[in-house]
């Protein structure tokens, strides 16, 4: 909600004023636009520092009065460019976003971040046009003053002229009233004269200063170019460096995910492999559990092996009471020999029944050594 008043040539301080006294102002602006601003580091003369925390309004201004023109752009209260165009400025691009310009007056080079190529190349366009116009006044104001500087020269050629014929025609007085207004008149006009001819002749020197001072911000610009075009030299193999270490890294991620897909099809393998061990597990927990009950049925065996013996013990003492029984054998005769059929039945089962139980320890046997075996091969 407010503008710059301006400020004296070659002047940087800014006054504020309210929106009130706009029409009185006598610079307007031609062109406006948005930019994010830097200035050189004072120090180095090679790093930018941010002027502005995000982009500000950057405008060009035409004094009308003075028929100049001036950059100008403001953040908040702050007056971060002040910049008046001279023929001898130079707005460079440094990118396809970034723009420079040396500033001898200020001392330093201003720099411009856009958002887009085009607002860059708007800019740079409105910067020649102002500087073409810049020139052009420069030179009428040249031709103006050698103007005025040839009409005093002339005028002073034509004054003695003018006074000859009043001083050889007439008398003392006639002469004196004659004379007196006209050299008067002449005379302002002379020193007026005078006057343009030292203050364009202080103009002069003062632009061959500000040429001095431009041609040696030119040859730092130069420097700062060919340090900056080194620069980016260095940049580049520093690219083609990242890219190259870059593809490397990228085929070392592709080796790593190749193993660490290998490694998940052995962990997959390891894990059905696991399942397997915990299924035969299972398999010999219950093969221990049929061995314990084939134990324990074993465990009865000399219980019927001492009945046989008593049984034979009863046997052999019948037959050595046959002796004394022979009368009662042919009685007897059918007992015994339902004992033998009974004996001989139940010894037929217990060698079945150690035939099985001797089957069934060898598949034990068998299945353990298996199941050693693959624990092997674990």
Excluded at 260 to 271: D, R, S
């Amino acid at each position: 909600t407010y503008m710059l008043l301006s400020s004296p040539i070659g002047g940087h301080n800014s006054d504020i004023v309210p929106p009130l006294f706009l029409p009185l102002l006598r610079e307007q602006p031609i062109y406006t636009t948005r930019a994010h601003v830097f200035q050189i580091d004072p120090t180095t003369k090679k790093n930018w520092v941010p002027a502005s925390k995000q982009a500000v309004t950057v405008s060009y201004f035409y004094d009308s009065t003075r028929n100049s023109y001036r950059i100008i752009s403001v953040d908040g209260s702050k007056v971060i460019i002040n910049s008046t165009i001279t023929p001898n400025m130079t707005f460079t691009k440094t990118s396809q976003k970034f723009g420079q310009w040396a500033d001898s007056r200020a001392n330093t080079v201003f720099g411009l971040g856009f958002a887009s190529e085009q607002q860059l190349t708007k800019f740079a366009e409105k910067f020649q046009e102002v500087k073409e116009a810049a020139k052009l006044a420069r030179d009428k104001s040249q031709e103006k003053v050698e103007t005025l500087s040839n009409h005093s020269e002339e005028s002073g050629r034509e004054t003695p002229s003018n006074n000859q014929p009043s001083s050889i025609n007439g008398t003392d007085d006639e002469k004196i009233s004659h004379v007196g207004p006209e050299a008067a008149v002449l005379k302002t006009e002379n020193e007026r004269l005078k006057s343009a001819v030292e203050q364009s002749n202080t103009n002069a020197k003062k632009w061959e200063t500000e040429l001095q001072t431009l041609r040696e911000n030119n040859a730092r610009l130069v420097d700062a170019l060919q340090e900056s075009s080194a620069n980016v030299e260095t940049w580049k193999k520093q690219l083609s460096t990242c890219k190259e270490e870059s593809d490397t890294l990228r085929q070392k991620i592709a080796e790593l995910e190749a193993q660490c897909n290998e490694a998940n099809q052995e962990k997959q393998k390891n894990a059905q492999l696991a399942v397997r061990v915990q299924e035969l597990e299972a398999e010999l927990q219950d093969k221990e559990q049929e061995l314990e009950n084939l134990r324990k049925q074993a465990e009865i065996i000399p219980q019927l092996m001492a009945e046989c013996e008593t049984i034979t013990a009863k046997l052999q003492a019948a037959e050595s009471k046959n002796t004394d029984l022979e009368g009662r054998i042919g009685g007897l005769q059918l007992d015994i020999d339902d004992s033998r059929q009974k004996q001989g039945s139940m010894k037929s089962e217990l060698k079945k029944f150690m035939d099985i139980l001797d089957g069934k320890i060898d598949e034990l046997h068998e299945f353990r050594q298996g199941l050693s075996k693959l624990g092997v091969d674990n």
